[in-house]
């Protein structure tokens, strides 16, 4: 396909597990982003990747939040000792500048238990 | 404290009639503002942006007017169709950072045949 695709689509997980959400942006895209949409919310920045530059971090709400670009591609999320509160939609967007009008996959709905 | 707020949760129209969708922000430094539209399911798509040098931004049915001493901002979408519900996101990011988009919490948009 030709969009941003996620997976999972769904992910329901205990608290206190650790969880990877995966993002395949367009090709070619050079710029990656992360959100998040918790019920009743904006959606709220994550990270942001840039080519080879170093990625903004500054969303992350806390130290169980990593991710990681790999090739200038694929990105992994992954979230360490999962809690109720980090239940959420997660979006990822890519593309090709500095435009903030990325393309976002479909999300991955996470429910922690 | 929310720097871009969307008041109104929903707003039910006739096709055919325009539809309006407000938005405000807080942050002076914000100087691009963007528009997306989501279906259930689905990730945003990008609908329409503007610049804080201008005051309006037409795109076919759709316009966002921008009020830069009001801090307010408006979606009009003439005629609007039935296609056209969905909910809407409005968007804002700064100079040096405009990747990293502040949104409201969504106005979910009705349009009744």
């Known amino acids: 396909g030709a969009g941003v695709s996620q997976s999972p689509s769904n992910k329901v997980t205990e608290k206190g597990k650790d969880v990877e959400l995966r993002c395949d942006p367009i090709?070619?895209?050079?710029?990656l982003y992360w959100y998040r949409q918790s019920l009743g919310q904006g959606l709220e920045f994550l990270i942001y990747?840039?080519?080879?530059?170093?990625?903004?971090k500054s969303g992350l709400p806390s130290d169980r939040f990593s991710a990681e670009r790999t090739g200038g591609s694929v990105s992994t999320l992954t979230i360490q000792r999962t809690q109720q509160e980090d239940s959420a939609v997660y979006l990822c967007?890519?593309?090709?500048?500095?435009?903030?009008?990325?393309?976002f996959g479909p999300g991955t709905r996470l429910l922690v238990l | 404290d929310q720097q871009v707020k969307q008041n109104s949760p929903s707003l039910s129209v006739q096709e055919g009639r325009i539809s309006i969708l407000n938005c405000d922000y807080t942050n002076s430094m914000f100087d691009y503002f963007l528009w997306y539209k989501k279906y259930p399911a689905e990730g945003p798509t990008f609908l329409i942006s503007i610049s804080s040098i201008k005051d309006k931004n037409e795109d076919g049915r759709f316009t966002v007017f921008l009020n830069k001493s009001a801090k307010h901002l408006s979606l009009h979408i003439v005629p609007s169709q039935p296609g056209d519900s969905a909910v809407y996101f409005c968007?804002?990011?700064?100079?040096?950072?405009?990747?990293?988009?502040?949104f409201g919490k969504g106005t979910l948009l009705t349009v009744n045949p």
């Open positions: 967007a890519s593309s090709t500048t500095w435009t903030a009008e990325g393309y």
């Open positions: 968007a804002a990011s700064s100079e040096g950072s405009n990747y990293k988009l502040t």
């Open positions: 990747f840039q080519g080879n530059s170093a990625p903004d």
């Open positions: 090709s070619g895209h050079t710029a």
